[in-house]
């Protein structure tokens, strides 16, 4: 009889202090919303916060995510957010420019709810932003490019020449001709984001004129990579280092962002009550929020050597938008002795010498 009841006091106590695993499952330490202009299956710009958001859950446990896509970039998005906040959700990712405000007039009707918003400036005590430093980023894309081509012309597609995309081409360009000072590259502009025939057009354009490499700053590179690749020209990508698999033949290299690390020490503060809204920016520094991706299997190890080192001085400070440096009618824009970084990078209102095109 002693036995039997120490055993059953045993088990008692044992029951008592385990918590059962359906009631774990079901109680998730931290519930994450996220909302993206398109979708994710875009293999560009929402489909890297996906991809880090599910990295995240994959390596902290109890988080739950919700998603939601091809969200306005209007006060549409504002009942989207709430319907999170009704689930549960604590932290909240609003990943496209346009979902700023809506974003920030939910947040303060829901003070205890956090938030971190892409490419804004908008700040409160729950409201944060954050977003990834890619106009240096692009200097060891041109030299892949310069490296790579035949033709000496160069294409790049972009949607709407705000600053930060001018300052990309930028970038390419100068990259291009620290290694081949014959190269030029040609601009078109669709003049939106997400018009996959106007991409379409715009890349077989490029192809048409001799670009024999293209790039691209628009939400999808898919349709450009995937014309290209048809015509038999080569391409460099940018917002999902997955976008590689569209282009078997033609893919030269890539740049993608990497939201998780930074997405996951968001969600630890959250979770640890030590949330702290900040405006974040990374590039291509060690766990930065900006990546190279894989090479083509046609890129020479010579070729490979000169990007990962460019990559490599980039990540440890050096600036190309060094002066002098003059546009391409002559000007000087940035003076010797002068750097821009920073907020400067949304104010380049011209193309630097060697690009073909003019801001609009």
Same mark, same amino acid.
């Given at each position: 009889?002693?036995r039997?009841?120490?055993v ?6 044992a029951?008592f202090?385990m !918590?059962? +695993?359906?009631?774990a499952? %079901?109680t998730?330490?931290?519930i994450?919303?996220?909302i993206?202009?398109?979708s994710v299956?875009d293999?560009g710009?929402n489909?890297? $916060?996906?991809?880090?958001?599910t ?6 446990p ?5 998603e939601?896509?091809?969200? +306005?970039e ?7 957010m709430?319907n999170?906040?009704q689930?549960?959700?604590k932290l909240?990712?609003?990943? %496209? $420019?346009?979902h ?5 007039? =939910?947040?303060?009707?829901h003070p ?8 804004g400036?908008m700040?409160?005590?729950?409201f ?22 035949k ?9 709407? +020449?705000?600053?930060?995309a ?22 078109v502009v ?8 106007k991409?379409a ?5 490029l ?5 024999d =490499? !293209?790039a ?5 590179? #898919?349709?450009v990579?995937?014309t ?5 020209a080569m %391409? ?6 997955e976008?590689?698999?569209?282009a ?5 290299t890539?740049?993608? $962002? ?8 968001v969600?630890k ?8 809204a ?6 291509l520094e ?10 083509g299997?046609? =890129?020479p ?5 000169? !990007?990962?080192?460019s990559?490599?001085?980039v ?8 002066g ?7 000007v000087?824009?940035?003076? #010797?002795g002068?750097?821009?970084g920073?907020d ?7 193309? =630097? ?5 003019k801001v609009?």
């Open positions: 009889m002693k039997l009841g120490l059953g006091l045993l088990l008692v106590l029951a202090l !918590v059962p +695993p359906a009631f499952a %079901s998730p330490q931290l994450i919303g996220a993206y202009v398109g299956n293999y710009y489909r890297s $916060f996906h991809d880090a958001l990295e995240v859950a994959k390596n902290l109890g988080i739950k995510l919700l939601a896509e091809n969200v +306005p209007s006060a549409d998005a504002e009942p989207v709430e999170m906040i689930q549960g959700a909240i990712f609003p990943t %496209s $420019f346009g700023q405000e809506p974003a920030f007039n =939910v947040s303060k009707r205890d709810v956090y938030f971190y918003h892409a490419g400036w700040q409160s005590a729950n944060g932003n954050y977003f990834g430093n890619t106009q240096t980023a692009w200097y060891p894309m041109g030299v892949a490019a310069g490296k790579m081509t033709s000496n012309k160069l294409g790049f597609v972009i949607g709407i +020449p705000i600053g930060f001018v300052g990309n081409v930028n970038a390419f360009e100068l990259g291009a001709r620290s290694v081949n000072p014959k190269v030029q590259t040609i601009v669709t003049g939106g984001w997400s018009d996959k025939a991409e057009a715009a890349a077989n354009a192809v048409d004129q001799g670009c =490499v !293209v691209m700053h628009v939400d999808s590179p #898919a349709t990579i995937q290209v690749e048809a015509r038999g %391409s460099i990508g940018f917002q999902s280092i976008a590689r698999v569209l078997p033949k033609g893919w030269i890539g740049l993608g $962002f990497t939201w998780a690390s930074f997405f996951t020490d969600a503060s959250v979770i640890a009550g030590t949330f702290k900040q405006s974040v920016h990374q590039g060690k766990g930065g929020m900006v990546a190279v991706a894989p090479f299997a046609s =890129v190890t010579n070729v490979r050597k000169l !990007v990962t080192d990559v490599a001085s990540a440890n400070g050096f600036n190309p938008f060094t002098p440096i003059t546009d391409n009618t002559g000087v824009q940035i003076k #010797a002068e750097s821009w920073g400067k990078m949304g104010d380049f209102s011209w193309y =630097v010498d060697g690009v073909v095109g609009k």
